[in-house]
């Protein structure tokens, strides 16, 4: 008789493993460990902000409910963030935690269901008006060319830009190669380019990219970045960049707010995530 030891499973699971097609082994593996690492527990960081930078923005137990009843979604849970200026500032954190609602709230875009939203700005002008959002989703008006949609822009929007600077800025992102074409036969990553320009071309206090880097190709990805970042600085500006990109929110976000189910997680300063977890990269992967 063959004793149940601990040895006897393990040469067991060798036989059937052999036994098993390769595909199928792998997949069960790979499940148990998926399954493992969902459950991780993630400790809750929440780092006191450093004395300096004014508050621009400041979000306060927003909770967003879409739909009614028992069906109804929670989809942000007592959000508060605040949004400082120039300090750059990436919320990040799994598909469907809230992010988009968030930004969407703060733009205007959307009624929370409770909470406040405090636009501490001393300006002359409305809120709205000093935000400018790179949205995730975007359509324009039927048959306008890129060039047409530009122009709309710049007539309804206060465009800071020179003639010559709004020139400049379509060569950088890229737009000239399309310029002449159907705003609506757009590729997804031609479409960010333009909607990368609308969000800055009033030169805002704070400026929204909901996954600016999403379909965009390598090249153009890493000249819009480094332009937005620049950009930022030159002009004042604070970036609030929403991104499931390490790469990204490490080149430009000074500090890290993680949303997960709806609630704030972390919020702990890039350099701080770094020296604690080794690297960004590492940092995501206890989060995300
Ligand atoms: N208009 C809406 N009506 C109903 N539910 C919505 C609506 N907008 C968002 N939700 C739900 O709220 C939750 C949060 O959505 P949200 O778009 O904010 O997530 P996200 O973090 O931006 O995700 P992703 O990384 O995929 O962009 C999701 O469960 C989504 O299905
Ligand atoms: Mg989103």
């Not at 792998?26 to 400790?43: M, Q």
């Not at 929204?208 to 332009?227: C, P, Q, S, T, Y």
């Not at 490490?250 to 500090?255: G, H, I, N, P, S």
Request: glycine letters at 6%; aromatic letters at 10%; one cysteine or more.
């Amino acid at each position: 008789m063959i004793k149940d030891t601990k040895e006897n499973n393990v040469k067991k699971d060798v036989v059937d493993n052999t036994t098993k097609k390769n595909s199928e082994y792998w997949l069960e593996h790979f499940l148990a460990n998926y399954n493992k690492s969902e459950k991780r527990d993630f400790e809750k960081i929440n780092t006191p902000l450093k004395n300096g930078p004014k508050t621009l923005i400041k979000v306060s137990s927003l909770v967003q409910i879409f739909g009614k009843g028992p069906k109804g979604k929670k989809a942000l849970d007592g959000v508060s963030v605040e949004i400082r200026e120039n300090e750059n500032l990436a919320i990040v954190g799994p598909n469907g935690s809230g992010k988009t609602t968030l930004v969407e709230c703060i733009a205007g875009l959307n009624k929370p269901s409770e909470g406040k939203i405090e636009y501490l700005f001393d300006w002359k002008k409305s809120p709205m008006e000093n935000i400018g959002i790179q949205f995730q989703k975007s359509s324009y008006p039927n048959g306008l060319s890129v060039k047409k949609v530009i122009n709309f822009y710049v007539s309804v929007f206060d465009c800071k830009l020179t003639k010559k600077e709004l020139e400049s800025l379509i060569k950088i992102f890229g737009i000239d190669e399309f310029i002449s074409k159907n705003a609506q036969g757009l590729s997804g990553g031609q479409m960010q380019r333009i909607n990368a320009l609308l969000a800055v071309m009033h030169k805002p206090k704070v400026v929204f990219m909901d996954e600016i880097a999403a379909g965009l190709d390598i090249n153009i990805k890493f000249r819009i970045k480094k332009f937005m970042k620049e950009f930022a600085k030159e002009n004042g500006m604070t970036i609030v960049t929403v991104s499931h990109e390490i790469d990204e929110v490490e080149y430009l976000a000074d500090r890290i707010v993680v949303l997960i189910n709806g609630k704030v997680a972390a919020s702990i300063y890039t350099e701080e995530a770094i020296k604690k977890y080794g690297s960004v990269e590492n940092f995501f992967d206890k989060y995300i």
